[in-house]
Nanobody, 120 residues
Framework: QVRLVESGGGLVQPGGSLTLSCEASPSIRTIYATGWFRQAPGKERESLALISHTDVDNTFYRDSVKGRFTISRDNAKNTVYLQMNDLKPEDTAVYLC????????????WGQGTQVTVSS
């Protein structure tokens, strides 16, 4: 089964940027879609962005991150990225990537997450 590993989290000042990576092993090729989610302490997990693994990269974003976050993928590196700009303290959370190996349905593969802290 495919395994996902996130990286790229850390401490950043408000207004700063980070790029998160989600590497799939052994391969990204069996995945139909990958999404980024986050969970802050005491809050429910929320979806942020989704990208389809088709000839046309359909992407979807949560309203609160539109224009600030960009999801993309690199098949050659088996990796999906989340570029985050203009970060705010309320973006502080554990960020997780997830994928599904079916055309429709729920995410069936989850990474362990990477911490993002936005603070001055």
């Amino acid at each position: 089964q495919v395994r996902l590993v996130e990286s790229g989290g850390g401490l950043v000042q408000p207004g700063g940027s980070l790029t998160l990576s989600c590497e799939a092993s052994p391969s990204i090729r069996t995945i139909y879609a990958t999404g980024w989610f986050r969970q802050a302490p005491g809050k429910e997990r929320e979806s942020l962005a989704l990208i389809s693994h088709t000839d046309v990269d359909n992407t979807f974003y949560r309203d609160s991150v539109k224009g600030r976050f960009t999801i993309s993928r690199d098949n050659a590196k088996n990796t999906v990225y989340l570029q985050m700009n203009d970060l705010k303290p309320e973006d502080t959370a554990v960020y997780l990537c997830a994928a599904r190996e079916s055309i429709t349905g729920t995410m069936n593969i989850w990474g362990q997450g990477t911490q993002v802290t936005v603070s001055s």
